[in-house]
């Protein structure tokens, strides 16, 4: 048992983040002002002054008493994590204590004087500039020296964008570009100062209806202000230009570069945007905050072989020594929506619901562009329909980028994907299709959730995020349902109950202000908490009283933004209090614990927060109102047998028929809590499946074993319970349950692995024991439907990574065949990364497995490759240098490939010490905060259950120079190297006795 007591006694880290400076001032920019540094120091503006954040505790955190910046000469072995001891006992001060208050008193109340008898004067390195107000004393210094007229790093209100001109010319052969704005603006308060958003822009030259206007830059919050000689006068209109220029990114935002090698093995190179959340700022002067919504008028300049897109459909053309292409005035929109592109693509596309769907790629993949169109017509006629709101452009382009970052990203107009979600072939599997039909339906989804009607700010990220993710699951479920995606909606609500039960977890809507904290925004909490909650809503309403209330949401708010309240005010309030019920789960974090008691008629229920606890203190009082719905013995496998009870209070009793056998909570596990039925309530259900499972559906299965395993995470149920009702599997053959069970067992098995453990191999044993019949019975050649495709690959992926070795002969000799095929023999979609992983282990398949992964155009497969290429228990091979450099592997695959290699025991410690060694390199190519660093960190990391891990991570992250140690997934890293390390401890004799 380790005294760990981090988690509960240090602030959350989003509280400790919204407590430090918004961005710290750079030295250089720093005014040293006598009065008020603390102000300074957080870069607190005027209207940010809140009195309850004043109290000591805060600046005794900036102080450096959070866990983050606490002595790096702590040891392990001096246990890193003990608690620091208070000294809270009262005794009397002594005659030197005395003297010594006298003295600080004195000093106190002399600097008090000094200060105020001063004339007012700001102190900076070039001495004491005399400046007129108080509030001037805490403006930062820009980058000429003067003070930079705001403090926040929100944008003041009283200037509104109204319209931009914008005029952009990429040049292909330097990698630079230039352009030029006219944004028109609207002041709604006399004032000499316009406050923007600017970041790397070389801005040559601004005038305001055509009088040049001084420029200032502050570098930090990436902002400039145009400053005045006299009042902008309130309701009045002001036209904005700026002339700039700068370099095409390098990295995977803002207006960045990319490349490809077509088929004749020429370089090809093109030019593409990613602005959310905050990178329309690199593009083009502009006011960058979601609720900042305004029209475009978009103009590209470009060479001819080149084609350009943007949000809106071209207009005119006109030819001049380079083509100009300008697109039509745009709805109004957020800044974060706008996109172009210039690149040498093509397309194919089709009308659906009088819009112009087209779909792009490069040249030499405009064959896999089919399923795509497909599934973006299909799915834009359904949204139309379902929302009662018709998509508003003419046109939707959906575009294949060669280097892109994200998944796909949902630009008004012009949708945005890697190749590997937008592409198919004509023999991909069906799990790759799901693939891109689920990530169509996200980003369509969006255009109604984020592009129609817009959060007012990033802290309701979840808004757009958790509506398109919910949105991504149903719509395929109805529109696909040979894609059979209820197995993956089930599997990842799983995973979020498991991500919200740790005490780093937040609010569905959190406050944020940093770039960084804004990245970080995009993780499973908006998503999947976010879909997961929408689930649980819509069932408790009904499907259709959700989708009128959404309706009325998107007509009511439509071009407009909103808030968390905006959502839950539209539903009907009378049958349940949606607001306070939706606030209970999205205003505060974790979900319930529900504990079941029946005695004949009297059920009684109580709820607790379900939080793993590194140490047993931690308190939580939060309720949440919890539609608990239930099916017994008598009828359970129909939604229409399921009852409802709202529990709002701590605990609550009802009444059920006496000869109730069991009772099963959570039908089919669309709510987002866990339940536990105590002994007898396990031992009934647990008897009933045993005897026939197909009483419950098997989400309610898959719920159960779920269930089971985080109660024993919790420790309020042994190991040897799970084991008792997992013996039932035998008879079971649905993929969810199986998967479930297959997923937390290798889970413990992967603990034990990566600690060398001699448990690991008794578990392995378990495992195989359990599923090896249905590992045997796998068909290695045949397609299936989807649900099979992906029972089959989680079982045999299992299987070979254990070295069952009727597993390995089987895929060793698909393998065979498919090089003496030379590659072209074809193996099922779901089978391939089975297969090229045993195959990779030996030098020549290796070999020619990266020939083929250099040649082949299918990403799908190409990813397949790579993540048997990165399996090689060699780690020289492992390509993570290659990724890094971005050569024939490229950056963006990077976090997949630190995903496998951390896999294997022998990768999972180089992964980590690769991540250190090259932090400041991964931290240039993909900013912090993001996506892709939170996976970075969490899959190096996670398995580690070490004192000597969790000090070395600690460590490394907490002498970062960077804003890293800040992130909230540091901390979550950090629980749960913690949490492994305490159930390592409390359930390693209960294995060793069972296994
Ligand atoms: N809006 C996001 C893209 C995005 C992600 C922008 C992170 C900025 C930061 C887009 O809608 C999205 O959610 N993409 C997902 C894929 C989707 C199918 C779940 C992604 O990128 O992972
Ligand atoms: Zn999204």
Known sequence: MIENSMFEEEPDVLDLAKETPAYPLDPDDMVYEPRSSRLLVRGLGENDMDEEEEDYE????????????????????????????????????SNRTLLLGVFVLVVVASVAMVIYFLPKCT??????????????????????????????????????????????????????FQGTVSITIDVLNDTKNVILHSSGLQITNVTVQDKEVKKLEYQPWQQIALKFPEDLKKGQTYVLTMEYSANLSNSYSGFYNSSYVDKGGNKRVLAATQFEPLAARKAFPCFDEPALKATFLIKIKRETGYISLSNMPKVLLTVLNAVLDEFEKSVRMSTYLVAFIVANF???????????????????????????????????????????????????DLVAIPDFLAGAMENWGLITFRER???????????????????????????????????KWWNDLWLNEGFATYMEYTSVEKVFPELEIGNDFLSMRFKSLAEDSLNSSRPISTEVATPEQV?????SVSYEKGASTLLMLSSTLTEEKFYKGVSEYLEKYRNMNTDNEDLWNSFPQEEYNVVDMMNTWTLQKGFPLVTVNRTGAQVSVSQEHFLLKVNKTAKSSDLWHIPLTYVNDSCSTSPNCTQLFLLKDKTATFKVPKNVKWMKFNFRNNGFYIVNYGEEGW??????????????????????????????????????????LLVYLEHENHTAPLTEALYQLDRIYRLLDKRQDLLASSMKNYILNLFVDKMNSQSWEQDLPLSKQELRSALLEVACRYGQKNCTDRAEHVFLQWVASNGTERIPGDLMKVVFSVGAQSNAGWEMLLQTYTHSIVDADRRKMLAALASSQDVRKVLLQ??????????????????????????????????????????????????????????????????????????????????????????????????????????????????
Not at 150 to 158: F, G
């Open 519 to 523: 990245e970080e925004m995009f993780d």
């Open 346 to 396: 093509t397309q194919i596309n089709q009308i659906a619901s009088d819009t112009l769907v087209s779909v792009y790629a490069v040249p030499d993949k405009v064959d896999q562009l089919d399923y795509a169109l497909g599934c973006a017509v299909k799915l834009l006629k359904f949204y139309n329909t379902l929302f009662g709101i018709k998509f508003p452009l003419k046109k939707l």
């Open 421 to 455: 979600t937008l592409l198919v072939g004509n023999h991909s599997s069906l799990m790759d299709k799901q693939v891109v039909a689920s990530v169509i339906a996200h980003e369509l989804a969006h255009q109604w959730f984020g592009n129609l009607v817009t959060m």
């Open 882 to 995: 290659e990724s890094l450099q971005g050569s024939y592997v490229k950056t963006q695959e990077l976090p997949l490939i630190l995903h496998t290699v951390c896999r294997n025991f022998a990768g999972h410690l180089y992964a980590w010490d690769f991540v250190k060694e090259n932090w400041g390199k991964i931290t240039q190519k993909f900013p912090i905060g993001s996506f892709a660093i939170q996976d970075i960190i969490m899959s190096t990391t996670s398995y580690f259950s070490t004192e000597r891990l969790l000090w070395e991570v600690e460590n490394f992250f907490r002498s970062r120079r960077d804003k890293s140690s800040k992130m909230r997934c540091v901390h979550e890293a950090m629980e749960t190297i913690a949490l492994n390390i305490q159930w390592m401890d409390s359930n390693l004799e209960t294995l060793r006795k069972n296994l």
């Open 58 to 93: 805060s600046s005794a955190r900036l102080l450096g008493m959070s866990f983050m910046n606490r002595s790096s000469s702590l040891r392990p072995s001096a246990s890193p994590y003990a608690r620091q001891e208070q000294s809270s006992s009262c005794t009397m001060p």
């Open 683 to 724: 031992r009934a259900l647990i008897e009933a499946v045993k005897e026939n499972h197909e009483v419950l559906t098997p989400e309610d299965r898959a719920s159960l074993i779920n269930n089971l395993f985080a109660l024993s995470r919790l420790g309020k149920l042994s190991f040897k319970q799970v084991m008792n």
């Open 123 to 176: 102190l900076t390195k070039e001495g004491c500039h005399t400046v007129n107000t108080s509030m001037e004393l805490i403006y930062p210094r820009a980058t000429n020296g003067e003070l930079f007229p705001w403090t926040s790093l929100r944008l003041p209100v009283y200037v509104q964008p109204v319209h931009y001109d914008l005029l952009i010319h990429p040049n292909l052969t330097t990698m630079t």
